[in-house]
């Protein structure tokens, strides 16, 4: 006899399968990534009852299938609705982008408890509080490091050389000057993973300038633990270049733009 799971997940994609079934994936608490069918999602509503939407936090009861990686979506049973996040356009955007990078960064049944309590926080501070843009580059960059991908950031990748911004304290400072300080010429560089001083990403591809502001807010967010943290006071060009550069970074590692990127961009330009 085939043994029912129970366990709390976060809905990240639903689509119609047929006329009547959902092909559903869910970040689950206690097995990763569990993508499954619900047959006449569609039709019964009542079994449902609108839990098979994105940004849902449900238990859910799943059975293996044989012979098939997509499980049986037995129920689910709401934990909690994200009321506001479906009533605001700009909040579903920052949440998408939320769900499309945590759904790409990690692939399926592979266990990482972390990573779904730490999408959980993210939805819920988009949740209760304004929609904020260092929550995403908060979100994205401890997403990074729990997925195994985390950037370099304290010293050149190819030399070891160390970086300007580490010892500079950017709240101290006047943000007219830091903006105009030089980082002396290091790059964020794509396929290293990381910062390159100047001299070693001379004739490197797919790299980004930094300015030193820049360099020290991407440091300041790899030391933030908690996307509730509200009290960054980041300086916003040097957040905007940080969260693009994290964006494309995230891009470079799935191979692939995410589609929820262009949809974000509407709400992030002044
Ligand atoms: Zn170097």
């Known amino acids: 006899m085939r043994v029912l799971s129970v366990t709390p997940a976060i809905v990240l994609r639903s689509r119609s399968f047929g006329e009547s079934d959902k092909i559903v994936s869910f970040l689950t608490r206690d097995h990763g990534k569990v993508t499954g069918i619900a047959k006449g999602a569609k039709r019964s509503r009542k079994r449902f009852v609108n839990t098979l939407e994105p940004f849902c936090l449900v238990n859910l009861h799943f059975q293996e299938r044989p012979h098939s990686s997509l499980v049986f979506i037995h129920a689910c049973d709401w934990i909690l609705f994200f009321k506001d996040i479906t009533m605001n356009l700009e909040k579903i955007a ?92 290091w790059r964020f560089g794509l396929r290293d993973g990381g910062i390159l001083c100047e001299a070693c990403a001379e004739f490197r591809k797919e790299t980004f300038s930094l300015s030193l502001e820049v360099l020290q807010v991407l440091t300041r967010l790899q030391g933030v ?33 995410l589609r929820s990127a262009p949809f974000l961009d509407a709400f992030c330009t002044p």
């Open 225 to 257: 633990d908690s996307v509730a943290t509200s009290s960054l006071n980041l300086p916003l060009s040097a957040l905007k270049e940080s969260f693009t550069i994290l964006s494309r970074f995230i891009e470079f590692q799935i191979n692939k733009e």
């Open 94 to 185: 920052h949440a998408s982008y939320l769900l499309e990078i945590t759904d790409e960064l990690t692939r399926e049944r592979e266990d990482n408890r972390l990573i779904f309590e730490h999408l959980k926080q993210g939805l819920v501070a988009i949740e209760k509080n304004q929609p904020s843009l260092s929550v995403l580059a908060i979100f994205g960059m401890k997403l990074l490091r729990l997925s195994g991908y985390q950037p370099m950031l304290d010293c050149c990748r190819r030399c070891g050389k160390t970086q300007p911004g580490l010892n500079a304290g950017l709240r101290d400072e006047d943000p007219e000057v830091a903006k105009s300080k030089s980082s002396g010429g």
